[in-house]
């Protein structure tokens, strides 16, 4: 069994930079994904970066390509999202995830966050 923890959530200004912490409990399986998703006001949830634990393989969304980095550190458990140049079309509620199925290059994760908001400001 899997818990996560995200922190680093927060408010800022076009522009500006955060970073998110999700912090890992339990088995961490070392071949499979970890990874965020973001949901905002009235939308689906959507895939934004993931990282493959044991080859540190990773994908991101269009939308944040060259602006977010997602890293992760196997040892203390840790998953990372280094978000720079946000845009107030990244607002919402970010969760971690981790572990799951991927098929056609879609990611189904089995553990999922609370989420932490990030809010950006016009």
């Known amino acids: 069994q899997i818990q996560l923890a995200e922190s680093g959530g927060g408010s800022v200004q076009a522009g500006g930079s955060l970073t998110l912490s999700c912090a890992a409990s339990?088995?961490?399986?070392?071949?499979?994904?970890m990874g965020w998703f973001r949901q905002a006001p009235g939308k689906g949830r959507e895939g934004v970066a993931r990282?493959?634990?044991?080859?540190?393989?990773?994908f991101y969304a269009d939308s944040v390509k060259g602006r977010f980095t997602i890293s992760r550190d196997n040892a203390e458990k840790m998953l990372y999202l280094q978000m720079n140049s946000l845009k107030p079309e990244d607002n919402g509620m970010y969760y971690c995830?981790?572990?799951?199925?991927?098929?056609?290059?879609?990611?189904?994760?089995?553990?999922w966050g609370q989420g932490t908001q990030v809010t950006v400001s016009s």
């Open positions: 339990g088995y961490i399986y070392t071949n499979n994904y």
């Open positions: 995830a981790a572990d799951g199925t991927v098929y056609a290059g879609v990611w189904t994760p089995r553990y």
């Open positions: 990282i493959h634990t044991r080859d540190g393989g990773t």
